[in-house]
Nanobody
Framework: QVQLVESGGGLVQAGGSLRLTCTAS????????MAWYRQVPGNQRELVAD????????EYLDSVKGRFTISGDKAKNTVFLQMNSLKPEDTAVYYC??????????WGQGIQVTVSS
């Protein structure tokens, strides 16, 4: 069973930066895409950013464009989320996600990001 382990979360003041890292517990082949989601209690989980590993194409939630950057190292089974100019509304539990296609996917356990005003 593969586990995705997230790190880098925590408490930061508004305007600050954090870098989230997510690494698989063992090698995974054929990763089609990597992504970060976030969820606030009482709300649905939303897609923050995703990365197609074959093309390098990325997409972002409108509210984080220009502030967040997703990057990945497929060979190391690792995905990053650089978060700059953080705002209190970015406060959430962040989850990494690996899409292997054919309805196969893995989720991280979630990591708390708290931005104080």
């Amino acid at each position: 069973q593969v586990q995705l382990v997230e790190s880098g979360g925590g408490l930061v003041q508004a305007g600050g930066s954090l870098r989230l890292t997510c690494t698989a517990s063992r090698n995974i082949f054929d990763i089609n895409g990597m992504a970060w989601y976030r969820q606030v209690p009482g709300n649905q989980r939303e897609l923050v950013a995703d990365l197609l590993t074959r093309t390098g194409a990325t997409e972002y939630l409108d509210s984080v464009k220009g502030r967040f950057t997703i990057s990945g190292d497929k060979a190391k089974n690792t995905v990053f989320l650089q978060m700059n100019s953080l705002k209190p509304e970015d406060t959430a539990v962040y989850y990494c996600f690996f899409d292997l296609g054919a309805a196969r996917a893995y989720w991280g356990q979630g990591i708390q990001v708290t931005v104080s005003s």
